[in-house]
T-cell receptor, first 110, second 115 residues
Framework: AQRVTQPEKLLSVFKGAPVELKCNYS??????LFWYVQYSRQRLQLLLR??SRESIKGFTADLNKGETSFHLKKPFAQEEDSAMYYC????????????FGKGTMLLVSP | ETGVTQSPTHLIKTRGQQVTLRCSSQ?????VSWYQQALGQGPQFIFQ???????GRGNFPPRFSGLQFPNYSSELNVNALELDDSALYLC??????????????FGPGTRLTVL
């Protein structure tokens, strides 16, 4: 069974502080990992995916297969980063769908 | 290009009733996935439709059913509503047809409350 675990419900930091949102996964294979973000009153949207190795809005995430982790990082948090962040996994089941974690609310205070 | 739309925005039903939720996929997309998001939880996969056929299903009972139409819009039907069905229902569309992941674009959701 595939599972995504986000251990923190809430992460509160000050503007300019580093941010790390934790994500661990369980999957017997080679999954694709994603971070989705939901800003207040907006729809869920893709932030980044591990295969693209992009940095979006200053965020990066490295897939660590040994630790089965895909933590999301940003060196200097901004107030506009405040949002709900979901880690998600897509397996190789023959059809593309997503298994989400429960999400972490990031609050960045001025 | 039109994004994913869902209707209605909000819905209140009572236990035992039936409900139909609707989703219009993004232009050019042929695959629709439905997710249930209970309060404080991440979205949970219900099922996916590709070219009018169910293409995969999560751990939901048969009273959750769906349809996809020739224009790739979709419906989610829930029979015999239970209190635990109260949730935000999300629709996501993508361009399917391969075994690799294709980005899913989400709608705003329908908030269902079962009393």
């Amino acid at each position: 069974a595939q599972r995504v675990t986000q251990p923190e419900k809430l992460l509160s930091v000050f503007k300019g502080a580093p941010v790390e949102l934790k994500c661990n996964y369980s999957y017997s294979g080679s999954p694709e990992l994603f971070w989705y973000v939901q800003y207040s009153r907006q729809r869920l949207q893709l932030l980044l995916r591990h295969i693209s190795r992009e940095s979006i809005k200053g965020f990066t995430a490295d897939l660590n297969k040994g630790e089965t982790s895909f933590h999301l990082k940003k060196p200097f948090a901004q107030e506009e980063d405040s949002a709900m962040y979901y880690c998600a996994l897509s397996g190789t089941s023959g059809y593309s769908t997503l298994t989400f974690g429960k999400g972490t609310m990031l609050l960045v205070s001025p | 290009e039109t994004g994913v739309t869902q209707s209605p925005t909000h819905l209140i039903k009572t236990r035992g009733q039936q409900v139909t939720l609707r989703c219009s996929s993004q232009s050019g997309h042929n695959t629709v996935s439905w997710y249930q998001q209970a309060l404080g939880q991440g979205p949970q996969f219900i099922f996916q439709y590709y070219r009018e056929e169910e293409n995969g299903r999560g751990n939901f009972p048969p009273r959750f059913s769906g349809l996809q139409f020739p224009n790739y819009s979709s419906e989610l039907n829930v029979n015999a509503l239970e209190l635990d069905d109260s949730a935000l229902y999300l629709c996501a569309s993508s361009l399917g047809g391969s075994s690799t992941y294709n980005e899913q674009f989400f709608g705003p959701g329908t908030r269902l409350t079962v009393l």
